[in-house]
T-cell receptor
Framework: GAGVSQSPSNKVTEKGKDVELRCDPI?????LYWYRQSLGQGLEFLIY????????KSGLPSDRFSAERTGGSVSTLTIQRTQQEDSAVYLC??????????????FGPGTRLTVL | DAKTTQPNSMESNEEEPVHLPCNHS???????IHWYRQLPSQGPEYVIH???SNVNNRMASLAIAEDRKSSTLILHRATLRDAAVYYC????????????FGAGTRLTVKP
């Protein structure tokens, strides 16, 4: 079946512009995660959605970052007034279980964001 | 959160076994040990996970030390496609919303 998809695959923007990144999770998966990965680094957790519960925003680096998940499916990560340090690959993952330490996450291919 | 320590890089020859170590000396009794890998230009993919007992699946085996302070991911016959960064991650019941990825081990497979 279809995996997690993300769009666009690449985004180049100018400093100060807003960007929106989209994630389509695996159908039926209730949990959705956003991470970012700077060049040569490990993944950094950003935000987590589980069903209709309030999202866990504890990883968002600043108030310029926000995310929403409509209808418990598609999610959009928005970065306002982008800065050069926002340049990274933004990864989305979904899982079918309600979180939990044995949960397996399925990752999308990521969106490479470059802020000039 | 409990921290994991992995070697920065390892090399293997094709069709030979590979043992990727991970130290997690501060692991708690409820921490699960997860392994993911990330192939070049792709998102991470799940490999295996375990709690106390050794685990086997079609991709790999996970050997967990008796005191759980370390574990080893075993690839029985490395292929060129196994060249990736391998991440060892701990997840517990109290912090299950995210996975803390470290720098991982970059595995190079030589033909």
């Amino acid at each position: 079946g279809a995996g997690v998809s993300q769009s666009p695959s690449n985004k180049v923007t100018e400093k100060g512009k807003d960007v929106e990144l989209r994630c389509d999770p695996i159908s039926g998966h209730t949990a959705l995660y956003w991470y970012r990965q700077s060049l040569g680094q490990g993944l950094e957790f950003l935000i987590y959605f589980q069903g209709n519960s309030a999202p866990d925003k504890s990883g968002l680096p600043s108030d310029r970052f926000s995310a929403e998940r409509t209808g418990g499916s598609v999610s959009t990560l928005t970065i306002q007034r982008t800065q050069q340090e926002d340049s990274a690959v933004y990864l989305c993952a979904s899982s079918s279980r309600a979180g939990g330490p044995a949960d397996t996450q399925y990752f999308g291919p990521g969106t490479r964001l470059t802020v000039l | 959160d409990a921290k994991t320590t992995q070697p920065n890089s390892m090399e293997s020859n094709e069709e030979e076994p590979v043992h990727l170590p991970c130290n997690h000396s501060t692991i708690s009794g409820t921490d699960y040990i997860h392994w993911y890998r990330q192939l070049p230009s792709q998102g991470p993919e799940y490999v295996i996970h375990g709690l106390t007992s050794n685990v086997n699946n079609r991709m790999a085996s996970l050997a967990i030390a008796e005191d759980r302070k370390s574990s080893t991911l075993i690839l029985h016959r490395a292929t060129l496609r196994d060249a990736a960064v391998y991440y060892c991650i701990l997840r517990d019941v109290g912090n299950n919303n995210d996975m803390r990825f470290g720098a991982g081990t970059r595995l190079t497979v030589k033909p």
